[in-house]
């Protein structure tokens, strides 16, 4: 059985859920706060992917995790990470902002970037991955629809919304480690055959991923709970919709490029339930200047 299969009514959940959550506030957030909207998309968007390119070589991943690591770098925010931005006491509107902007500019990004690393891979290891650029556009733009859906339907039926929203909320998160424990039912002896190398790789990006976008918020000079924030969404990504994409038939149709993005994903959550664990143990003269 494809795990997409699987996966992608998961991901539709959750990018309907998202869609809920957005309205005219999310991006007239853009004009309210342009620093830190900046800061956050080139976390994103520029400096997670070539920290994940530095990674991929530094750890000599095999073309198909390299390719899959990558991909993980180059998807947009989950929107798990607004809630990590309210338990962090961060920008939660800014957090929405971010998710929102990432999730629109990665449609065409993906392709771009996946594109880029197929050729160096190909030239680079002799390893030939096709990439039917055009069909991940495609994908990538139907996985937006249910995104558009939950919009409107907040939109014209704000009460139900909530309701689905607050439903959506409770079942995400058993719903993605269900799809965690599925797959590495299918894929167990290569996940352990391969968890050491590529357990490390992940928790590295993470680190060096949120160590970045701290270093963003400092340079831009953004007060504490933006920089949280920044540090929240640049650390955490979307791992669904990359194993949607490793996976799809139309795409990659590839299980073993998926398991980089189930390893960052548990490490992502170890990593980041930590930073939260950390956060109150500063004090408020401290805390003013910690990330």
Known sequence: MNTVWIVLPVLIALMFQLGIELDRQAFAGVARRPAAVVAGLLGQLALLPLIAFGVGLAFRLPPVYFLGLLLVACCPGGSSSNVFSMLA?????????????SSLITLFTIPLVMGFAARFVAVHAGAAIELPVGKLLVQNILLFLPMLCGALFRHWRPRAARRVHELLGRVA???????????FVQYASTILENLGVLGLAAGALILLAMAGGSLLARLFR???AVRRTIVIEVGMQNAAQAIAVATSPLIFDSG??????IVYALVMNVVLL?????????TDETASEGA
């Open 89 to 101: 006491k961060g920008d939660v509107a800014l957090s929405v902002t971010l998710t929102a902007l």
């Open 173 to 183: 998160f058993p719903a993605l480690m269900l799809l965690a424990a599925v797959f």
């Open 222 to 224: 953004l007060r504490r």
């Open 256 to 261: 073993e490029m998926a398991v980089p993005a």
């Open 274 to 282: 930590s930073y939260l664990k950390l956060l109150p143990k500063c």
